[in-house]
């Protein structure tokens, strides 16, 4: 029996044990989601319950279980890494894809003729907008306190407990006195603003009082703190929740450095053990009958229930907005890092081309992964990476969010398109860049989508737009040069990206995908813009640098309104080689030169002393 052998026997094994708890609870099915209690997108192991009972290892998904079928809903980043770790008694349901049904669609249809049957979930990873989509349309819903897949996930691994560290003011660019302050500015409006809270809220604002943050990384945000509980993201388990006098914090304290525990006592910060943090709530609106919480769609089910009383619902929580603008202070170190992290990145690819050069076989792709790790080491204030690297040959690059193994990852050959997406934490910003390489003859096929995928990647880098412009506006602009061939890429155009914080945050995005209620493109934000393209089993293509929202400069300025644009921050050369340069006109030409000039620029003199790294970004870099 191979391995994959006993993985897929332990995957049904382990489907069945599950299928026994849907019996003893008297459940028809069970929601498992991807997220955890705070909705993180990346989880830590004790909380990869989806991972865990399908197999599928992707970051998105929600996985039901029902006592006849298996069904995990994914987007098309993940279609080829589900339909290869699924086992045969799981079905992959393709969000997006015509004919498919949601799973909300899937449940109602289910249930038709069916009232008795019963959904379970977990009240603390469940969200109060996805429960009352659920029971709206006429879902039984049962909570549980606990977890039914850890009833049956035997060795489950202990919750995280690294240190907590202070993230400096001089990284973060504000106190978080003032935070607080612009927070309780946004949460709880004065009687007389225009602008209420909550644009659904019936409540007088003065009543509003006590705003539950849940998401990880706003926590962080909030208090000028980082840590280490979920791989790559530099983030801690906790809950806050601030009143218009107070704040509380409820985490473990013991993990806090001598630094940190000082910061939060000196803040006059109120902390709490993590898991008191629901029964608080309870007791503090229970005591406080006349205020009002206010929490956003995000919120669990069980704090909502534990609140036990109708809340102000904010579409979008104000702390996920404020940490969304970037201050002056964070945008300079967005800039710095990304230079470092490009010197990084060049010194990985010299090396990788001088490899290939001496024979035809170079490193596997872990071993090109490493590699690039311990160039980002070298760097100042590197403290890891932001995620998995990404690095894929040939048809693994086709994988949009492909995870080389070390025991079944390929070998990087010239005669096949390389793709490497990955990046760096730092203390002063987040990195995240794509590059597609070939180091032998590319195929006329590959140097005509890749010259569409950088056309497209232009076009959007020279957006200019109003304030606020949905993110959907600009999306069509870097898909417009692969939609004349009749192509296209299942995933968006561009996320936002965290200060030293997660690689993917929101609600900032550029994607085809209309979205309710999102708060636009804003100076300050800072993005991804990655437009690619992949050819199942042969290759993939894509190019991505992180972009800073400007202001620009325009002849008029429509209804008194700041016009917008972006500022690229990444310094990485595009490879030339794959660029059939008649299909660019002469302003995009003109545009990939000055890009090289300004890369050459900022990385010549972190590379200076190393001759044959600086010949290999002189070439890279030259006019086209």
Same mark, same amino acid.
């Given at each position: 029996m191979t391995a994959d052998d006993r993985r897929i026997k332990a995957l049904e094994e382990n489907l069945a044990r599950f299928r026994e708890q849907l019996k003893q609870h008297q459940l028809w099915a069970y929601l498992i989601p991807s997220e955890d209690a705070h909705q993180s997108e990346y989880v830590a192991e004790c909380d990869a319950r989806r991972a865990f009972i399908s197999g599928f290892t992707g970051s998105a998904g929600c996985v039901i279980v029902s006592q006849d079928d298996a069904l995990l809903f994914t987007d098309g980043r993940y279609f080829l890494q589900a339909s290869q770790q699924l086992s045969? @008694?799981? $079905?992959?349901?393709?969000?997006?894809?015509?004919? &498919?049904? @949601?799973?909300? %669609?899937?449940?109602?249809?289910?249930?038709?003729?069916?009232?008795?049957r019963e959904i379970g979930f977990d009240e603390k990873t469940v969200t109060v907008a996805e429960y009352d989509k659920l029971t709206d349309m006429g879902l039984k819903l049962k909570g549980t306190s606990d977890n039914l897949v850890d009833a049956i996930w035997n060795g489950r691994p202990q919750r995280p407990d690294g240190k907590v560290i202070v993230q400096e003011e001089k990284y973060s660019g504000e106190s978080v006195l003032s935070k607080l302050k612009r927070v309780r500015d946004a949460a709880f409006p004065a009687a007389n603003d225009d602008e209420v809270a909550s644009a659904e809220s019936k409540f007088h604002p003065d009543n509003l009082n006590g705003l539950v943050i849940t998401a990880l990384d706003e926590i962080a945000w909030l208090f000028n703190l980082r840590g280490c509980d979920i791989s790559f993201n530099p983030v801690f388990f906790a809950y806050a929740f601030v009143t218009?006098?107070?704040?509380?914090? #409820?985490?473990? =304290? @013991?993990? #806090?450095?001598?630094?940190?525990?000082?910061?939060?006592?000196?803040?006059g910060i109120q902390v709490h053990p993590y898991d008191q943090a629901i029964?608080? &709530?309870? %007791?503090?609106?229970k005591a406080n009958n006349e205020h009002v919480a206010v929490i956003d769609n995000r919120c669990s089910h069980a704090i909502v229930n534990a609140i036990g009383r109708p809340c102000s619902r904010m579409n979008v929580?104000?702390? !996920?907005?404020?940490?969304?603008?970037?201050?002056?202070?964070?945008?300079?170190?967005? /800039?710095?890092?990304?230079?470092?992290?490009?010197?990084?990145?060049?010194?990985? +690819?010299?090396?990788?081309?001088?490899?290939?050069?001496?024979k035809p076989k170079g490193p596997t792709e872990c071993e090109g992964a490493n590699k690039?790790?311990? #160039? /980002?080491?070298?760097?100042?204030? +590197?403290?890891?990476?932001? =995620?998995? $690297?990404?690095? @894929?040959?040939?048809?693994?690059?086709?994988i949009i969010h492909y995870?080389?193994?070390?025991?079944?990852?390929?070998?990087?050959?010239?005669?096949?398109?390389?793709?490497?997406?990955?990046?760096?934490?730092? +203390? *002063?910003?987040?990195?995240? !860049?794509?590059? $597609?390489?070939? +180091?032998? $003859?590319?195929?006329?096929?590959?140097?005509?989508?890749?010259? /569409?995928?950088?056309?497209?990647?232009?076009?959007?880098?020279?957006?200019?737009?109003?304030?606020?412009?949905?993110?959907?506006?600009? *999306?069509?602009l870097a898909r417009q040069f692969l939609w004349q061939g009749g192509m296209d890429y299942r995933h968006g155009t561009g996320h936002g990206v965290g200060s030293y914080l997660c690689v993917h945050e929101g609600p900032q995005s550029i994607s085809n995908k209309v979205v309710a209620k999102r708060i636009g493109i804003q100076k300050g934000m800072t993005l991804s813009n990655e437009p690619g393209y992949y050819e199942d089993g042969k290759f993939g293509i894509r190019i991505e640098n992180i972009v800073l929202t400007v202001a620009k400069d325009t002849m008029k300025q429509f209804g008194d309104e700041p016009y917008l644009g972006f500022e690229a921050v990444t310094m990485v050369p595009i490879q030339q080689k794959l660029i059939k340069k008649s299909m660019l006109t002469q302003p995009e030409i003109n545009w990939l030169n000055n890009y090289h000039k300004k890369v050459k620029n900022a990385l010549t003199p972190l590379l200076s002393a190393d001759q044959t790294v600086m010949a290999f970004l002189e070439r890279e870099t030259s006019p086209l």
């Open positions: 045969p @008694s799981w $079905t992959l349901m393709k969000m997006g894809v015509h004919g &498919v049904p @949601s799973k909300e %669609e899937w449940l109602k249809k289910q249930t038709e003729g069916n009232a008795d218009r006098k107070e704040a509380y914090l #409820f985490t473990d =304290f @013991s993990r #806090f450095t001598t630094e940190a525990q000082k910061h939060i006592k000196d803040l029964a608080f &709530v309870k %007791e503090y609106f929580n104000p702390v !996920t907005t404020l940490k969304a603008i970037k201050n002056e202070v964070e945008l300079e170190g967005f /800039r710095q890092c990304h230079i470092r992290d490009g010197a990084a990145l060049v010194k990985y +690819f010299c090396w990788l081309e001088q490899e290939l050069a001496k690039l790790e311990a #160039f /980002r080491a070298e760097q100042e204030h +590197f403290r890891g990476l932001s =995620f998995d $690297t990404i690095s @894929s040959v040939g048809k693994n690059a086709a995870k080389p193994d070390p025991k079944t990852c390929a070998t990087i050959v010239k005669d096949h398109m390389y793709l490497c997406d990955s990046g760096g934490q730092y +203390f *002063d910003g987040t990195t995240d !860049t794509t590059r $597609t390489m070939h +180091f032998g $003859t590319p195929t006329d096929e590959e140097m005509d989508a890749f010259t /569409r995928v950088l056309k497209g990647h232009i076009a959007l880098d020279q957006a200019v737009f109003p304030n606020k412009t949905a993110d959907a506006t600009l *999306d069509v």
